[in-house]
Nanobody, 123 residues
Framework: QVLLVESGGGLVQAGVSLRLSCAAS????????VAWFRQAPGKEREFVAS????????YYADSVKGRFTISRDNVVNTVWLQMNSLKPGDTAVYYC????????????????WGQGTQVTVSS
């Protein structure tokens, strides 16, 4: 029902910015919450940020508050993750995910996933 495609990753130096994009398609996508997760080498996948398409409510992991901003344009079915002041600890594969209705911090709650985009931050 929902297809997600991430883009915008790359190799950058610490302190600079990147903007990731998640292009979505599918019936009634505006009723889905959308989240970004990331998975660093040797670590489990973790929550980064989420947004409610129907209410503009946003949630962030403590590790990225004040540096990352999630946003969306429901007209073109796109979600962005603006990442500022990047740190080497932000290095990971970033995934876009979607679920019906309410926001969740849990990986298991999301039924739709993109393929991921690599972000590498050098010191």
């Amino acid at each position: 029902q929902v297809l997600l495609v991430e883009s915008g990753g790359g190799l950058v130096q610490a302190g600079v910015s990147l903007r990731l994009s998640c292009a979505a398609s599918g019936r009634t996508f505006s009723s889905y919450a959308v989240a970004w997760f990331r998975q660093a080498p040797g670590k489990e996948r973790e929550f980064v940020a989420s947004i409610m398409w129907t209410g503009d409510r946003k949630y962030y992991a403590d590790s990225v508050k004040g540096r990352f901003t999630i946003s969306r344009d429901n007209v073109v079915n796109t979600v962005w993750l603006q990442m500022n002041s990047l740190k080497p600890g932000d290095t990971a594969v970033y995934y876009c995910a979607a679920r019906r209705y309410d926001h969740s911090y849990d990986i298991e709650a999301y039924g739709y996933w993109g393929q991921g985009t690599q972000v590498t931050v050098s010191s």
